[in-house]
């Protein structure tokens, strides 16, 4: 007779190119240890050519997943292999949860779920603000934007250094969002509740520039998607002027939710030990 478990079985991956830098796989692994569910989640490396085998794969069932994660440089592509992407896909025009349903592959962004449940767990009210300054104009904003504005933040300033990438983006999400040279930074941040850096910039260590926060709301909050280093320059800077910070990881860690609930069938919770278990592992690499 054959294991029943065998049955019951669930796999989920992770991909891109590299992948080997994922902590994918320690989020939802805690999550399937946590509710004792017989499933699989995987870091999968697929290079950029053998990507729409690996889709066509998920498609006819011969992968043995049933669906996963995407990450750089896939996440255009996943959107565009999709059968059913959904509204917030659509506008962002990439994916990076997928999902088999009815014989279909489903695709989802999760990204912008991620970054306001992540300012709704550590800073509850953060949305009842008039404006917001967003420093960047990368992939990463995209998600930052779509997801500020769908709260119903009525004036969103994206502030770049080339114009014509900030611009493609107030295009994009529309009339709410304007776009700005980094000259314009002082007076746009002026009255907003909320500074969101969306690039690089002290990354690993790396330098940031000093940014005057003063002008911002009392009790505005300045958060950072970047979460290694966990307080970023532009953070240590916020706090040092008495501004309320929020670290880009929760952001990492409730955007796993919505996709690990589509695949296994819990909704899990963030909480203080997969935090702490994350952390750990950034400060062993």
Same mark, same amino acid.
């Given at each position: 007779?054959?294991?029943s478990r065998e049955t019951l &079985?669930?796999?989920a991956f992770v @991909?891109?190119?590299? $992948?080997? !830098?994922? *902590?994918?796989? &320690?989020? !939802?692994?805690?999550?399937?240890?946590?509710? =004792?569910? @017989?499933? @699989?989640?995987?870091?999968?490396?697929v290079s950029e050519e053998d990507f729409p085998a690996f889709i066509q794969a998920l498609k006819d069932g011969s992968s043995g997943y049933r669906g996963g994660n995407v990450t750089i440089p896939h996440k255009e592509l996943a959107f565009r292999l999709a059968d059913r992407p959904d509204a917030l896909a659509e506008e962002l025009g990439a994916s990076n949860t997928l999902w088999m349903e009815n014989g279909l592959l489903n695709a989802t962004n999760t990204d912008g779920y991620g970054f306001t449940a992540n300012l709704d767990d550590h800073h509850p009210g953060w949305d009842k603000i008039g404006r917001a300054v967003i420093l960047g104009a990368g992939g990463a904003s995209r998600a930052v934007i779509q997801a500020v504005r769908n709260r119903g933040i009525g004036e969103i300033h994206v502030v770049n250094r080339t114009v014509p990438r900030a611009q493609e983006l107030a295009d *994009?999400?529309?009339p709410k969002v304007h776009a700005h040279s980094l000259e314009a930074l002082s007076e746009v941040m002026s009255g907003a509740g909320l500074f969101v850096n969306t690039t690089s910039l002290g990354m690993d260590g790396g330098e940031a520039p000093q940014v005057d926060f003063?002008? &911002?709301? =009392? =009790?505005? $909050? $300045? @958060?950072?998607i970047v979460y290694v280093p966990l307080k970023t320059p532009l953070l240590a800077q916020a706090e040092n002027q008495g501004f309320a910070i929020v670290d880009g990881l929760g952001m &990492?860690? !409730?955007q796993a939710v919505p996709g690990f609930e589509k695949w296994f069938g819990r909704r899990p919770l963030v909480d203080e030990a997969l935090r702490d278990l994350v952390i750990a592992d950034m400060e062993r690499h």
């Open positions: 007779m054959a294991d &079985l669930v796999n @991909t891109g190119w590299p $992948v080997k !830098h994922s *902590r994918s796989p &320690l989020i !939802h692994n805690y999550w399937l240890k946590q509710f =004792d569910i @017989t499933g @699989t989640y995987k870091a999968e490396a *994009r999400f529309g003063s002008s &911002l709301r =009392d =009790d505005a $909050v $300045v @958060t950072d &990492l860690l !409730h």
